[in-house]
């Protein structure tokens, strides 16, 4: 038993404010949620040679990602087993040790403790496999996805991927070459709960309304053509966009239905730098290839999201870094694709500056005013019932995924049950 | 092209040179500055003083019209820049889309400016050289900039490299490169202009 009442505090309509603002419920997030499941640390790509490595977090627990000698994909927890101290302090970088700056321990990259000084010092009974860095229990990449839980229990991370599985491979099979994350990333910290960012991920009711800037911008050039997402301005109910409650949490919004021609994706993009410039060349070299190279630098408007922490919007690879129950990291790792011309790849780093300049922040404004709002005990609710109890708005598939209209809060309120699930489960034997 | 391009509107400028010239802009502007006439230093101090004085007031059309028609408004997010080809930027922006940026905020809609940020900033430490001609002078300063907005009080700092070009009607801003200290960390809202 728990001092709180789950059901309550989830109903199938709308969630308590609590679950944004109380840090007790947060600290079980941080265990249950980043931890007992799959949670999203890295992109292979990060990592590409043998001894590389990358620091980030498992909720709140430093970890580092390491290719290991052997080339094995490991995450290590980044804390040394003598008194504590994180044992790597870089954000990337290449080698076979990690040695303690405290006292000197030094360990493997596959995590055995591989030495401490002046071993005479310690009984004879002391046994260094003892002592290697603790590991979390599974790691496994999908196509250059690497996740990792702390749950030996957990189903295998593609069970786990479920149907979000065959998404991610559209997102990724635009493309003949390999999407790799070689640019720096754009990092944000806000002032609100990290389930603010995951709500939003699928949501497109306040596009017209929070964006509201964003799309206006489109005004100043006069144009006749809708520019990317300016069709939410015009009742998206009735577009063929929708939102999806994929299950195991992970949902999904598809933009993609209001792209149907080769072309359509530039032509609609709001202009980057060098736009014409680079058109001009593409159009050149590549002749009636052109267009399809010019769309690439175009987002693939899907926005997957898988739960807890991994979004993909637009081309980037958006990951949720939980600070606080009030404080969350939020990271856009820009992606380039290998094979493709260069000028469509430096394209596609204009592109992918345009949304966390122009669109992200006013979001993130309304994030923290949320924060601010749920802040007040008197009133209790935040509601997700959008399109709830609303006669033929949803439709469930024989795989069991419910699809609605764009503007429906369906993603919410179901990602929200199996937070429910998660939470309330026994803990099971954690590595 | 005979006509002049309305870079408001169109990007024409910014080719494959473009990236190269600017690459080779940011190795001048960290390279040491050979000595520069005070008279002729004073002339690049006052567009600097300017446009903090126009920031700080939220003046941003007058701001704008500090900057030439092919002008480049970088903020990397990697230490000393990277290569932009490659990367992505905090702000990479031409002429568009630094107008761009003022619209938005101009809206009354951007919520991430709403309200808006009061800062004031300070610069120092400046320096300046000839660039490639008569008409062309490379700049650097230090920056410590003061934001206020919603309650909150931030500090900003860093360097800046400008390249200044004389046109008809005196010198504009061609290149304007902001290099936070904190360039590839997590910021919360840079909505603002640095
Ligand atoms: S804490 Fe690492 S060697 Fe002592
Ligand atoms: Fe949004």
Redesign the interface.
């Known amino acids: 038993m728990t001092k709180w009442d789950w059901d309550y505090l989830i109903q199938d309509y709308r969630v308590h404010r609590s679950v944004y603002t109380d840090s007790d419920i947060f600290a079980l997030e941080m265990k249950k949620i980043y931890g007992d499941t799959w949670v999203y640390l890295a992109h292979e790509s990060e990592i590409p040679n043998v001894n590389d490595y990358k620091t980030t977090y498992l909720g709140l627990r430093p970890v580092i990602v390491t290719r290991d000698n052997d080339g094995a994909i490991r995450a290590l927890f980044n804390r040394c087993t003598h008194r504590g101290a994180t044992i790597c302090r870089m954000d990337k970088g290449n080698t076979r040790n990690f040695t303690c700056p405290y006292h000197g321990w030094n360990f493997a990259n596959d995590g055995r403790l591989a030495g401490v000084p002046w071993k005479q010092g310690y009984e004879t009974s002391f046994d260094k496999n003892e002592l290697n860095l603790k590991q979390l229990a599974k790691v496994e990449s999908y196509r250059g996805f690497i996740f990792g839980t702390i749950n030996e229990d957990a189903p295998s991370l593609q069970d786990h991927l479920g149907n979000a599985k065959e998404l991610l491979d559209e997102w990724i099979d635009r493309y003949d070459g390999e999407i790799v994350v070689r640019s720096n990333a754009h990092r944000m910290v806000l002032d609100g709960n990290w389930k603010f960012v995951f709500d939003n991920a699928a949501d497109g009711y306040h596009v017209s309304f929070s964006h509201r800037s964003l799309l206006a911008v489109g005004n100043r050039y006069n144009n006749e053509k809708d520019k990317d997402m300016t069709y939410f301005g015009k009742n998206p109910d009735s577009s063929p966009m929708y939102v999806q409650y994929l299950g195991n949490g992970h949902v999904f919004l598809d933009q993609r239905p209001m792209y149907d021609q080769v072309g359509d994706r530039w032509e609609q993009q709001r202009p980057q730098p060098g736009r014409e410039a680079y058109e001009k060349e593409i159009r050149e070299e590549y002749q009636s290839q052109a267009d399809h190279y010019l769309d690439l630098t175009a987002g693939a408007q899907m926005n997957l999201s898988i739960f807890p922490n991994l979004l993909i919007i637009g081309n980037q690879i958006q990951v949720i870094e939980p600070i606080a129950v009030d404080q969350t990291r939020l990271t856009w790792y820009a992606t380039t694709v290998d094979n493709l011309p260069d000028e469509i790849n430096t394209l596609r780093m204009r592109s992918q500056e345009d949304f966390p300049a122009f669109g992200e922040p006013d979001d993130v404004a309304n994030f923290a005013e949320c924060q601010r709002g749920l802040s007040i005990p008197e009133v209790e609710w935040v509601m997700f019932n959008r399109g709830y109890n609303v006669p033929d708005r949803q439709k469930v598939d024989e795989r069991g995924v419910i699809t609605a209209p764009v503007t429906d809060e369906t993603p919410m309120r179901n990602y929200f049950q199996e937070w429910k699930r998660l939470l309330t489960m026994e803990r099971s034997k954690v590595n | 092209m005979t006509e002049i391009e309305n870079t408001s509107?169109?990007?024409?400028?910014?080719?494959?040179q473009?990236?190269e010239n600017v690459l080779a802009d940011v190795k001048k502007l960290e390279s040491d500055f050979s000595f520069l006439p005070i008279e002729r230093k004073e002339e690049a101090e006052r567009i600097l003083f300017k446009e903090a004085r126009l920031l700080d007031e939220l003046r941003l059309e007058e701001w704008l019209s500090l900057y030439s028609r092919k002008c480049l408004y970088w903020v990397p997010?990697?230490p000393g820049g990277?290569d932009?080809?490659?990367?992505?930027?905090?702000?990479?922006?031409?002429r568009?889309?630094l107008?761009?940026?003022v619209?938005?905020?101009r809206?009354?809609?951007?919520?991430?400016q709403?309200p808006l940020s009061r800062t004031r900033r300070m610069i120092t430490n400046i320096e300046a050289a000839e660039g490639s001609s008569e008409q062309e002078l490379l700049v650097r300063s230090n920056f410590c900039i003061h934001e206020f907005r919603?309650g909150e009080l931030r500090s900003f700092a860093g360097w800046t490299g400008y390249k200044l070009q004389k046109e008809d009607e005196g010198w504009k801003i061609s290149l304007k490169m902001v290099n936070l200290i904190d360039a590839?960390?997590?910021?919360?809202?840079?909505?603002f202009m640095l």
């Open positions: 509107f169109t990007s024409f400028y910014v080719t494959a473009f990236y997010a990697t990277g932009p080809r490659k990367e992505v930027s905090l702000a990479f922006d031409d568009r889309r107008e761009d940026r619209y938005r905020i809206t009354g809609y951007a919520y991430s709403l919603v590839d960390q997590a910021h919360k809202n840079l909505t």
